[in-house]
Every structure is written in C-alpha cells, then in structure tokens.
T-cell receptor, first 118, second 114 residues
Framework: AQKITQTQPGMFVQEKEAVTLDCTYD???????LFWYKQPSSGEMIFLIY??????QNATEGRYSLNFQKARKSANLVISASQLGDSAMYFC???????????????FGSGTQLTVLP | NAGVTQTPKFRVLKTGQSMTLLCAQD?????MYWYRQDPGMGLRLIHY???????AKGEVPDGYNVSRLKKQNFLLGLESAAPSQTSVYFC?????????????FGDGTRLSIL
C-alpha cells in the first residue's frame, strides 16, 4: 500500500514570490514515480512535473521545481515567481512498481488550494 | 490535440436512473482509468483497463460498470444512480504502465444525483 499526505489544505502567496507546497509519501516500493498535478477552477487536471525515485537531481520544469528528499520521503513542489494564474488546487501523486497494482494506478493526496494575491 | 475527451461535461440525474459516461483518447494509449474526485479526498480509482476487451476493479468499484470494446474508448456506466455517486469523474490514460509515466486526464464530468 502507499499513501500521499498533503498537510496544507490552503496556502496564500504574494504575486512574484516563491511558494513551497508540501508532500510526504509512504511506500514499500524502491522504484516509484512522484507527480504533481494542477487543477484550476475550470476543473481539468494538468500534469506539471515528475520525479523518479532513482533520480539524483531534483526535477525542474520552468518555474516549477521538485524538492526531493528521499530519506525524508518528501517531494515538495516549489513554484518560483508566482503568478495570478497559478491560483489552483495542486495534487501530489505517486505510482509504484509493485504497490500500485497491475495498472500502476496513481495514488493522490488530498490537495492544497493555492491562492496568489495581487 | 484532443488528448482525452470526456462526454458529457455536466449531468443531473434522479436516483435510480442510469447513464453512461464516455471517455475517448486519440493517443493510442493502452491503459485507461476512471477516477472519482470528492471534496477533501483527492482522486480514487473506480475501474481501469489494460487493453481492449479487458477491465478490472479499482479502489471503489461498487455501483459502476465499465467496458472497453475499442482501444480508444472507455465507458463508465451507472446502472441505478445513488446520491452517494454525486462526484466529479475523471478519465485518464497512459501509453505504458511504467511507474515513470504520467497519466493524461480528461476535463472531467460533473455528475449530480438528486
């Protein structure tokens, strides 16, 4: 079994500042992938960034970076230079080699609602 | 670039009615999934399919049935809708099942059962 915990139901950040969204995970797998998705108020799920369990460097995609601390089992999302359009719900998710079943389903956290203030 | 398309986007049903949600993907993905999203609970897997003609149960399958007659389509059926099935439903697909592959989602179907 695996579990994703997002302890921040809501976060506020000033426009142009950086913000960190927390994610911790629990799995018995050695091989797994961690994902962040963005869900704006319009409802769609947008894939942002991926980190593999064997990746030695933190993943980056434009203004998004993933602060991966394997020993602490944390995979925090960092958004630099926040924009008003970043206001959305953010979900952390994972897929494990063995613990996700034959379909390698995604296990999601409960999400963090980010609000960017002008 | 259609990706994953879900129809309908919104639907209101009365208790006991039946309906089918359609998911279509044009990326030639083998794996397809149906999730439901409820407030404060993230997304939970209902059913999934690892290829044409195959389906399997996920975490919360009760009250739902699925079919994958064509590779590009994955249907989710509610035979007798209940208020507890009020939710937002997402379809997703992935090319392979490897753990390093992201799943691509449709825009969701908002379903209300009165």
């Amino acid at each position: 079994a695996q579990k994703i915990t997002q302890t921040q139901p809501g976060m506020f950040v000033q426009e142009k500042e950086a913000v960190t969204l927390d994610c911790t995970y629990d799995t018995s797998d050695q091989s797994y992938g961690l994902f962040w998705y963005k869900q704006p108020s319009s409802g769609e799920m947008i894939f942002l960034i991926y980190q593999g369990s064997y990746d030695e460097q933190n993943a980056t995609e434009g203004r998004y970076s993933l602060n991966f601390q394997k020993a602490r089992k944390s995979a925090n999302l960092v958004i630099s230079a926040s924009q008003l359009g970043d206001s959305a719900m953010y979900f952390c998710a994972m897929r494990g080699l063995f613990s996700s079943g034959s379909a390698r389903q995604l296990t999601f956290g409960s999400g963090t609602q980010l609000t960017v203030l002008p | 670039n259609a990706g994953v398309t879900q129809t309908p986007k919104f639907r209101v049903l009365k208790t006991g009615q039946s309906m089918t949600l359609l998911c279509a993907q044009d990326m030639n993905h083998e794996y397809m999934y149906w999730y439901r999203q409820d407030p404060g609970m993230g997304l939970r897997l209902i059913h999934y399919s690892v290829g044409e003609g195959t389906t399997a149960k996920g975490e919360v399958p009760d009250g739902y049935n699925v079919s994958r007659l064509k590779k590009q389509n994955f249907l989710l059926g509610l035979e007798s809708a209940a208020p507890s099935q009020t939710s937002v439903y997402f379809c997703a697909s992935s090319y392979r099942r490897e753990y390093n592959q992201p799943q691509h989602f449709g825009d969701g179907t908002r379903l209300s059962i009165l």
